[in-house]
């Protein structure tokens, strides 16, 4: 693997919790882009002002046509699929669910696979179905690596557990260790 050039993160059942500890651990310097992508209602609009509280960076959601920029983190806003397209901007769209979902983890971890290619980082974390799974199996497929929680670690072990069964890990660990790991990793 290259030197990661952005981190994209997935997560449903439990993942406001696991993703306030993950984003808490980062240190406040990386300079990669973070795209999440977590399981909401349409009507949970204040996600980014819960992380935020949380985060050592910057938490917005995504806008459409936005460029993406170092060293924020972007979730996928309330309702839409967030994708990175190969000029490193964001688009959004209201497309159909896709595994229940909308935003769904696969979209964005597919798009985000062919805009960073081997320098992507994809990270599934604690949640109930298999969102996910496809779309980091691409993002190996195509040189990038593979960080999954611990099944046994999370709150609901589902998606981790088809993570692992679909696509591998290049790490799999306890949530508590999935900071430090990304930050040795894009620190070098």
């Known amino acids: 693997m290259t030197a990661p050039g952005a981190i994209a993160i997935g997560c449903s059942a439990g993942g406001v919790d696991a993703l306030m500890i993950l984003l808490g651990g980062l240190d406040a310097s990386l300079k990669q882009p973070i795209?999440?992508?977590c399981?909401?209602?349409?009507?949970?609009?204040?996600l980014s002002d819960v992380l935020a509280r949380a985060s050592t960076l910057p938490v917005r959601d995504a806008i459409e046509r936005e460029p993406?920029?170092?060293g924020v983190v972007y979730l996928a806003p309330a309702g839409y699929h967030l994708l990175v397209e190969r000029d490193?901007?964001?688009a959004l769209s209201a497309d159909a669910r896709v595994n229940y979902a909308r935003p769904s983890i696969d979209v964005l971890f597919y798009s985000a696979a062919e805009a960073w290619r081997q320098a992507l980082i994809g990270v599934i974390l604690t949640g109930a179905n298999a969102d996910g799974a496809a779309g980091l199996r691409r993002i190996r497929q195509l040189g990038g690596m593979a960080v999954v929680q611990s099944p046994a670690d999370a709150d609901t072990p589902a998606m981790p557990q088809a993570a692992l069964d679909k696509a591998g890990a290049d790490y799999c660990l306890?949530?508590?260790d999935i900071a430090p790991l990304l930050n040795r990793l894009c620190l070098v």
């Open 35 to 37: 795209v999440v992508c």
């Open 39 to 46: 399981h909401r209602s349409d009507t949970m609009d204040i």
């Open 68 to 70: 993406v920029r170092q």
């Open 88 to 90: 490193l901007h964001f």
């Open 174 to 176: 306890p949530l508590s």
